[in-house]
Nanobody
């Protein structure tokens, strides 16, 4: 069992930046593909970014490509999401997730086994 705890959310003006962090418990973090998802009110949970085990390969939703960067530090059992040039449509609860079975980055939420509690990101226009 893995516990994931997100932090770093908050209120920011459009055009601003935030950095989300996700800390994982356990000794198997480096074996998981990690992902960030988000869910806005009344909308389904959507894939934002993912990173493979070694951190060498990443994937992004088209809506955030060029603005967001996912990274991980396996020594610190942590994954990060640097969000720049934020827009009002980025407002959502952001979730960190771990996939213990895949090698590639899944973009569907049901592929992920463990989830954090979420952190709110609000972008004011």
């Amino acid at each position: 069992q893995v516990q994931l705890v997100e932090s770093g959310g908050g209120l920011v003006q459009a055009g601003g930046s935030l950095r989300l962090s996700c800390a994982a418990s356990g000794r198997t973090f480096s074996t998981y593909v990690m992902g960030w998802f988000r869910q806005a009110p009344g909308k389904e949970r959507e894939f934002v970014a993912g990173i493979r085990r070694s951190g060498s390969i990443t994937s992004y939703a088209d809506s955030v490509k060029g603005r967001f960067t996912i990274s991980r530090d396996n020594a610190k059992n942590s994954v990060y999401l640097q969000m720049n040039s934020l827009k009002s449509e980025d407002t959502a609860v952001y979730y960190c997730a771990a996939d213990k079975n895949s090698i590639t980055i899944a973009t569907t939420h049901f592929a992920y086994d463990y989830w954090g509690q979420g952190t709110q990101v609000t972008v004011s226009s």
